[in-house]
Nanobody
Framework: VQLQASGGGLVQAGGSLRLSCAAS????????MGWFRRAPGKEREFVAA????????YYADSVKGRFTISRDNAKNTVYLQMNSLKPEDTAVYYC?????????????????WGQGTLVTVSS
């Protein structure tokens, strides 16, 4: 599967952005989907994940209550709604896909990655 992330940009602290990740192929619903991010000088870290049907979602503590992951299997797209953004949310955001549920928070467990979209939050 090929993944294309979009929706990044520059936003002031407290603002909102919605990221999208469009997937190619006809088996999108077979993949667990995740969002990760890499801030300058830091390792790539888990942000959120969503199950095949969208019935289960998981979040990093740092974004819980502010970010919402969702998916539309009919459109082969996963979303990340980001509210109450903080300067520390500044990073390149990546979407990723994997077949199984296990270890959804681990970078190396994902099979496919998008190219990343930059989110910059100004103070």
């Amino acid at each position: 599967v090929q993944l294309q992330a979009s929706g990044g940009g520059l936003v002031q602290a407290g603002g909102s952005l919605r990221l999208s990740c469009a997937a190619s192929g006809r088996t999108f619903s077979s993949y667990y989907m995740g969002w990760f991010r890499r801030a300058p000088g830091k390792e790539r870290e888990f942000v959120a994940a969503i199950s095949w049907s969208g019935g289960s979602t998981y979040y990093a503590d740092s974004v819980k209550g502010r970010f919402t992951i969702s998916r539309d299997n009919a459109k082969n797209t996963v979303y990340l709604q980001m509210n109450s953004l903080k300067p520390e949310d500044t990073a390149v955001y990546y979407c990723a896909a994997k077949y199984s549920r296990t270890h959804y928070y681990i970078v190396s467990e994902y099979d496919y990655w998008g190219q990343g979209t930059l989110v910059t939050v100004s103070s």
